[in-house]
């Protein structure tokens, strides 16, 4: 059974910086895009940021484009998240998520089925 875990959040202020990491556990993440969803309450989740299967690709909300960065780790099966700048709209609780021989277009990317627990951000001075 495939484990997603999150972990990283926590509170900062405006215009501080989060790292956010995903690890895999049972698989490799090798043949998966690895991607970053927020949900706030009552709202949608919402697409952050995706690195495709291969590594080649990589996709950013406009809201985050320029902030956040997405790298992963083949070896470690992790997916990281370096947030900087962030905002209090940013606030929110952040979920990591896989898809197999997932790729990446300009036109958006949807999840895939796998979900971690999500971990919390907190932006307020």
């Known amino acids: 059974q495939v484990q997603l875990v999150e972990s990283g959040g926590g509170l900062v202020q405006p215009g501080g910086s989060l790292r956010l990491s995903c690890k895999a556990s049972?698989?490799?993440?090798?043949?998966?895009?690895m991607g970053w969803f927020r949900q706030a309450p009552d709202k949608e989740r919402e697409f952050v940021a995706v690195?495709?299967?291969?590594?080649?690709?990589?996709l950013y909300a406009d809201s985050v484009k320029g902030r956040f960065t997405i790298t992963r780790d083949i070896a470690k099966a992790t997916v990281d998240l370096q947030m900087n700048s962030l905002k209090p709209e940013d606030t929110t609780v952040y979920y990591c998520?896989?898809?197999?021989?997932?790729?990446?277009?300009?036109?958006?990317?949807?999840?895939?089925?796998?979900w971690g627990q999500g971990t919390q951000v907190t932006v307020s001075s």
């Open positions: 690195i495709s299967y291969g590594g080649g690709s990589i």
């Open positions: 049972g698989r490799t993440i090798r043949n998966y895009a």
């Open positions: 998520n896989r898809k197999p021989w997932g790729t990446v277009s300009s036109g958006g990317y949807l999840p895939g089925p796998d």
